[in-house]
């Protein structure tokens, strides 16, 4: 469906590299397997025909050996039943993170933080958002496989010239969205501000066909071009290519985001690739993004200042090398998915 079905997957084919996993989630059909060493994706068929309130009485069997056992999603019912299950009967130690959203739960009426070790939320802006009277918390961010994410050919100094003589380029000049189109992730915005004779390429799934039939409006006359699936490599190659990721989330009329963009991966995913992002200060953004050295970032709702940002970059190289070369080291240092390992391994009580 998105970034928060990505982060799980990503998260445990990384932990399965430092312990023993099992990844449960529900589906149409079961599923055993086990697609890495050290992992074993079990999916349960649900007996919910609500794909937002999963449940399955086996589940209880699946958590029986477990030591430690973590929940991607606050507000949902195996959460619910794992933390009474797990945490309140046999007292074993289990997290929550939450990715927004959820369905139907008694975690609404009753207060399940009570009976969990503590949340782990995708960043201090989530971390302020936090339900229930237990806020024990630490924050783990997400990540990128920089294995998979690798940044573009090294950027040329000022100046420097290819083979044939000509400038060497940096990028093709166009600018990248990355997300489910969604009035909450702002594309409208960007495309109001796109400057003229700029492509832009929309990559991402539907999820509010009124909001898309807006957009394809809105877009009428401009360079933007809508994907609306791509592989992983063709993902990689768009963004090793493009001059920016734009992010433009808006707030609403209390300036706040809500709990919209409580970590924004396609930022990590893009800055991996050594493409600079343009990004709406806003929610979780300004804690990836640091203005004028991995990016830049613009007031929320503004149109006008997302064109100014990108005809910036577009205007001077030199500026774009440092924030392409600056985001990709930001990467590095914080936003693998070995960084969110040793987060959650630290915050269970069992880093090394």
């Given at each position: 469906?998105g ?18 996993v ?42 029986a ?7 991607h999603q ?5 959460t ?61 961010y997400?990540?990128?496989d ?5 940044p ?32 909450h ?14 492509e832009?390429?929309?990559?991402g ?33 768009r ?40 990004a ?59 960084r969110?390992v ?10 090394p």
């Amino acid at each position: 469906m998105g970034g928060g079905e990505r982060f799980v997957e990503e998260l445990t084919r990384a932990m399965a590299r430092r312990a023993e996993v099992k990844l449960v989630s529900f589906g149409r059909r079961p599923v055993r397997e086990r697609p890495v060493p050290g992992l074993e994706r079990v999916v349960l068929r649900s007996w919910s025909r609500n794909p937002a309130s999963p449940i399955a009485p086996a589940l209880l069997r699946e958590l029986a050996g477990a030591d430690v056992v973590h929940c991607h999603q606050y507000f949902a019912l195996p959460t619910f039943v794992a933390a009474l299950w797990s945490g309140r009967l046999r007292g074993k130690p289990v997290f929550v993170t939450d990715l927004g959203g959820g369905g139907w739960t008694p975690a609404y009426h009753l207060d399940q933080s009570r009976w969990i070790a503590a949340h782990l939320p995708l960043s201090h802006y989530a971390a302020r958002l936090l339900p229930g009277t237990n806020q024990r918390h630490a924050v783990i961010y997400g990540g990128v496989d920089p294995e998979r994410f690798s940044p573009r050919a090294a950027a040329p100094v000022d100046g420097e010239d290819d083979a044939t003589g000509r400038p060497r380029a940096d990028h093709d000049g166009s600018v990248v969205f990355l997300g489910r189109l969604l009035p909450h992730k702002g594309v409208h915005l960007l495309i109001e501000g796109l400057p003229e004779g700029v492509e832009l390429h929309v990559i991402g799934s539907t999820g509010h066909p009124p909001y898309e039939e807006r957009l394809l409006a809105a877009a009428r006359g401009k360079r933007v071009r809508f994907h609306r699936r791509v592989s992983d490599a063709e993902l990689v190659h768009r963004l090793q290519s493009a001059m920016a990721l734009v992010h433009p989330t808006p707030v609403d009329a209390s300036g706040g985001a809500g709990a919209n963009e409580l970590f924004g991966l396609a930022l990590v995913e893009a800055m991996a690739c050594g493409c600079p992002v343009i990004a709406s200060r806003a929610a979780s953004l300004p804690e990836i993004v640091e203005d004028g050295e991995t990016g830049l970032l613009v007031p929320p709702n503004d149109p006008a200042a997302l064109g100014s940002a990108i005809e910036r970059l577009g205007a001077d190289g030199a500026l774009w090398r440092r924030l392409s070369r600056a985001a990709h080291r930001r990467v590095e240092e914080r936003f693998t998915w070995d960084r969110v390992v040793d987060r959650c391994l630290h915050a269970y009580g069992l880093a090394p």
